[in-house]
């Protein structure tokens, strides 16, 4: 047979290329992704709502404060007005300036109102409570600025130019006596003039107290208002 033996020597193929080594198995690692920690929705929102009332806390405590509890419950000196009497408007309360301006009602808002009635020529019972109702504002301290002193007057009697020079850091205007009689009443058996009228500075007339008897009382009164509305009520308009 023409051709050639493909067969080495000893019977091996001289084409047969050497056995490869096999193969290791391939092996694959799978890492996980990390997990992000996001808080759920509504876990979020009971957070915010959280940080909110406790931030809102002492207001909402001195609304509870003023107007539920009304300062420190019976204790107090003057009688609270109830229900409140708001601030009448322009037309209803016509107040002037002594030169006989216009004011409106509504500038008023805004601070505590510490009121005096009396008229123009103001007797000696008249200073002495102007007198008392300018020592007690002074008596409150830095509350003081939260506090205007007011003397409504209430006829056409010019005030005398020393009592005006006593009051220049306070508001003195006129009113009818029939128009504020509408607003301001005194207790059963007493003219306007025997008491001091506590105004908030939302307009409303809360507390009237005897203007000359026990000023301690007074100013124990005027400094619970003063803490019970800390948290809603500034200084200034």
Request: hydrophobic residues 45%; charged residues 20%.
């Amino acid at each position: 047979m023409s051709g050639f033996n493909s067969l080495a020597p000893g019977g091996s193929d001289v084409c047969a290329q050497p056995p490869e080594p096999p193969a290791e198995p391939l092996s694959f690692s799978v890492h996980s992704l990390p997990t992000l920690a996001l808080p759920p929705v509504r876990q979020g929102r009971l957070k915010m709502l959280v940080v909110l009332l406790v931030c809102a806390a002492p207001v909402i405590a001195s609304y509870v404060s003023y107007y539920v509890i009304r300062p420190q419950g019976r204790s107090n000196h003057g009688e609270l007005i109830e229900p409140q009497r708001p601030l009448p408007s322009a037309a209803a309360l016509p107040l002037t300036d002594l030169d006989g301006r216009a004011v409106d009602p509504a500038s008023l808002l805004g601070q505590w109102l510490f009121v005096t009635v009396a008229g123009g020529a103001c007797d000696a019972k008249c200073e002495r409570q102007l007198y008392l109702q300018r020592q007690l504002r002074e008596a409150i301290g830095k509350d003081k600025a939260r506090i205007d002193r007011v003397w409504l007057v209430d006829d056409d009697v010019p005030p005398r130019p020393e009592l005006l020079a006593a009051m220049q850091d306070a508001a003195v205007l006129r009113v009818p006596r029939a128009a504020l009689a509408a607003w301001l009443a005194p207790a059963p058996g007493q003219p306007l003039e025997a008491h001091f009228y506590i105004v908030d500075p939302l307009g409303n007339w809360m507390m009237r107290t005897s203007a000359p008897s026990e000023p301690a009382l007074i100013k124990r009164d005027l400094e619970r208002l003063m803490r019970g509305s800390a948290g809603w009520d500034k200084p200034g308009r």
